[in-house]
């Protein structure tokens, strides 16, 4: 049995308790005013029994006790145990990446961060879509972000490689946990919106159909049709399986606390014309842009940065007028490319007059008036 005392294992004693006596366990209150929680309640065993002290700190002695004790009388890894009473608070969503990705049970570390950022990103704009109930929308509001900021990211599971995200929910004090009029927690109402959304997705690509998505109530907004598009497209692998497993404190309008459902790139042109048909974008305008070169691609020869007829593109970033970070393209001229890799390699800033255009998720730059390197 692997030692319980690590962080991981940091629970409130009230978990615990729930834990078990949703498994059948009674509970007492001792002179000395602990928690027993015990099993089975007879005269003719000796019973098992844990016993919490809920005015400690959650991660005390009383836990790891707590957890041995369940972890050896089921026969469960104390990491499993641990899941399974985390899971009572959380909407979990265990995503695996494919066995060809995987070396000696490592993954690439882009790969890893750049799944932690698109997935915050994902719960970010279904929250917002969630708040707003429109199908497009322009900034990604802060209660949203706040609440994919108190999302967990959970220690990968065993088996092959896999992230974990933790959805908050809290426990169901409600004195009837299955009454239907009870108040679902925010988290949970978001997280069922991402499965909804995700299965009209699998539908669509089944009929190769974006009508599914954009014209019945798929619950996907064009934001989060592009956010699993970046979410396929940055992390970089062919698919990624994820299984929902919705908390049993709380009712959900699924059949079952399970969900099975997966991304992949046979999607991302679907989710790229649905994108398109929800979102109203912002008309061509005259804009001038100021900021740092964030990328340099030119398809001529490298060694002749002049080379006629190569393109060559930059991408700026850009805090536009609503304070919003974005990403917009350039195509310059030789000489123009020139002075921006010598910007790039200097730190300085670039200013770009054009006409700023955005498709989708891409915002360009055209009709070029003016640009140079600011000093």
Request: net charge negative.
């Amino acid at each position: 049995m692997m030692p319980t005392h690590s962080p991981r294992f940091n629970l409130e004693p009230r978990m615990i308790e729930r834990y078990l006596t949703n498994q059948g366990w009674s509970v007492s209150t001792t002179k000395s005013n602990l928690r027993r929680i015990y099993f089975p309640d007879s005269i003719d065993s000796l019973p098992v029994e844990v016993f919490l002290n809920y005015e400690k700190s959650s991660f005390s002695r009383d836990v790891e006790l707590a957890i041995t004790t369940i972890s050896e009388f089921y026969e469960k890894h104390p990491t499993d145990v641990v899941a399974e009473i985390r899971a009572l608070a959380y909407d979990i969503i265990s995503s695996r990446i494919p066995d060809e990705y995987v070396r000696n049970e490592t993954i690439q570390l882009k790969i890893a961060s750049e799944y932690i950022d698109k997935m915050r990103s994902l719960l970010a704009v279904s929250a917002t879509t969630e708040l707003v109930g429109e199908r497009s929308f322009k900034r990604t509001l802060k209660e949203a972000t706040d609440y994919s900021e108190t999302c967990r990211f959970g220690h990968t599971f065993r088996g092959s490689f896999g992230f974990q995200i933790e959805s908050p929910l809290g426990l169901n004090n409600s004195p009837d946990l299955f009454d239907d009029t009870a108040e679902r927690p925010f988290g949970r109402t978001v997280i069922e919106r991402m499965v909804r959304g995700m299965l009209a997705l699998k539908k669509a690509t089944l009929a190769d159909d974006p009508g599914i998505i954009i014209h019945e109530s798929s619950d996907l907004s064009a934001n989060m049709c592009d956010a699993l598009v970046a979410l396929i497209e940055d992390v970089g692998v062919a698919k990624i399986d994820m299984t929902v497993r919705f908390s049993p404190e709380w009712n959900t309008a699924f059949s079952s606390r399970m969900a099975e459902i997966s991304l992949e790139e046979r999607h991302v042109d679907i989710l790229k014309t649905a994108s398109k048909a929800l979102r109203v974008d912002d008309p061509p305008r005259p804009a001038s842009i100021v900021g740092r070169v964030k990328r340099l691609e030119s398809e001529g020869n490298p060694a002749d940065l002049l080379q006629e007829g190569a393109k060559r593109e930059i991408e700026v970033s850009w805090v536009n007028e609503e304070d919003l970070l974005i990403h917009v393209k350039l195509t310059l001229s030789p000489e123009s490319y020139l002075d921006a890799v010598d910007a790039h390699k200097e730190g300085k800033p670039v200013m770009a007059e054009g006409t700023l255009v955005k498709s989708g998720r891409t915002w360009r730059l055209d009709e070029l008036k003016q640009f140079r390197v600011l000093a």
